[in-house]
């Protein structure tokens, strides 16, 4: 491998010369947009497999099920021979990438999974898609489990605190302002929808470690991690995007800053990219921007995926270095407007009229545009894109199998674990003050027994007025009995109707 193919990440070919993405603006992030059928998959598989080859770990998600061929070596075709004399490419040679599956519900790869802790209450308010004061009440919660030392895990978890929250309302008002039953109610049942959807599969642990994400094999190419999301697209797409949004997260938060490199420590590819940004309130929509502006100097590069550069908001697509336009229709007033506004995005090219290439370009061609070593953008270009060195298409469910029982990975994540978290913590607090309350029953009734032996040696003066003062025992009974609450206030109905004379 010569130094330039090191440092560089080749495209395609415009005008028999090559078009390349500089490996050291990588972390400057990129588009690849373009009609349904016109090649992006093929053009995002091209360059996973570059910057493997430099040296680049990546992640993908797969969400028509048709990436997984990175891992196995593509086959000859005329069509593929034909393109690589086209565009000029020496030394191609058909083969595999190290590959890593993995997947939300763990069927076609290794198990993806995180906390409800380490997820936060602005990405869960988004998923369920709360209201201001309901998301007002997941605040206070998360922070109650953190002054109480309630660990967060999984849904049960969440469920539990908030009916512990709810049995004890009048209490926490003060505190941590008002809240109602009703909107506990209503994020509860938003949780069982979640619960449905899959959620469950997705909050929990082992947790996903990001370094393992970020690995490079034995031969020093970059590991590529495939998330199947096949599924998860069709049951909750909100699901899919808020993993992605706390995956840049979490390697926002945790990455050490390192400044322009060479090339990027890792780079992402998001495919379906509006589902990030539809319906997203504006405090995530601002986070989104500052991590993808800010996350470059941790020397991450992210890529968005999608049928329309206008999928993405304003503020975020002036940030991206790399665009790759592939063809869009126009048959309308409104769809030919969106293809000026698209041509705009790019540096003009003198030789080329951008609006008309963009209803022209045929399968696997594109308008590239990338930054040169100064930063600036190159003027755009028509360019033809390399074909992939690796199987086009999706892998069988056996050859899917096997590399997975081959990764370093298996193992790490396919069993999960139930540690001790909230709801274990909450129903041994009950439990406690159940056997309190077991002991003070036996308390009352050894006082009960002995009043009544003692009322039994001495002659009654006058008949009772039915009234009896209330023991120090009974006060404390019902005082604990007031601070139970919620479930466990249910359980011990019966034993503090004994208790208390109650029928």
Known sequence: MTNEEAVNVLIGGADGKHVALNAKMANRHGMIAGATGTGKT???????????????PVFLADVKGDVSGL???????????????????????????????????????HPVRTTITELGPLLI????????????????????????????????????????????????VGEYGNFTSASIGSIQRDLLVLEQQGGETLLGEPALNIDDLMKVDFSGQGVISIMDVTTVMNKGPKLYSTFL??????????????????????????????????????????????VVRLI??????????????????????????MKIQHALRAFTPKEKKAVKMVAQNFRANPELDSVAAI?????????????????????????LICPPQSRIGPVSDNERKTVVSRSPMYGRYEEAINRESAKELLKARADEK??????????QQAEKSREAQ??????????????????????????????LGGEGGRLLRGVLGSLLGRK
């Open 42 to 56: 093929i053009t995002m598989q091209v360059l996973a497999e570059g910057f493997s080859r430099a040296g680049v």
């Open 296 to 321: 470059r100097s941790k020397g991450v590069g992210i890529y968005f995926v999608s049928q329309s550069p206008m999928d993405i908001p304003e503020d975020v697509l002036g940030q991206l270095g």
């Open 125 to 172: 308010a988004n998923l369920l898609g709360l209201s201001d004061a309901q998301e007002g009440v997941l605040y206070a919660a998360f922070k109650i489990a953190d002054e109480q030392g309630l660990s967060l895990l999984d849904l049960e978890d969440l469920q539990a605190l908030l009916g512990w929250m709810s049995a004890n309302r009048k209490e926490l």
């Open 454 to 483: 003692a009322k039994a040696a001495k002659k009654p003066r006058k008949k009772s007025s039915g009234y009896q003062r209330q023991t120090a025992t009974e006060a404390l009974v019902k005082s604990l009995a007031r601070s």
């Open 359 to 383: 209803t022209d370009l045929g399968v696997g061609e594109a308008l590239v545009s990338v930054l040169d070593e100064k930063g600036a953008p190159s003027m755009v270009e028509r360019t």
């Open 71 to 109: 891992a196995l070596q593509g086959k000859p075709h005329p069509k593929v021979d034909e393109r690589i004399e086209s565009i000029g490419i020496d030394g191609f040679q058909l083969r595999g990438n190290p590959v890593v599956f993995w997947d939300m519900y763990g069927k076609k790869g």
């Open 245 to 290: 949004l706390w995956l840049m997260s979490e390697l926002f938060e945790n990455l050490p800053e390192v400044g322009d490199q060479d090339k990027p420590k890792f780079v992402m590819f998001f495919d379906e990219a509006h589902l990030i940004f539809d319906d997203a309130p504006k405090a995530l929509l601002d986070k989104i921007e500052q």
């Open 434 to 443: 159940m056997k309190k309350l077991a002991e003070l029953e036996a308390q």
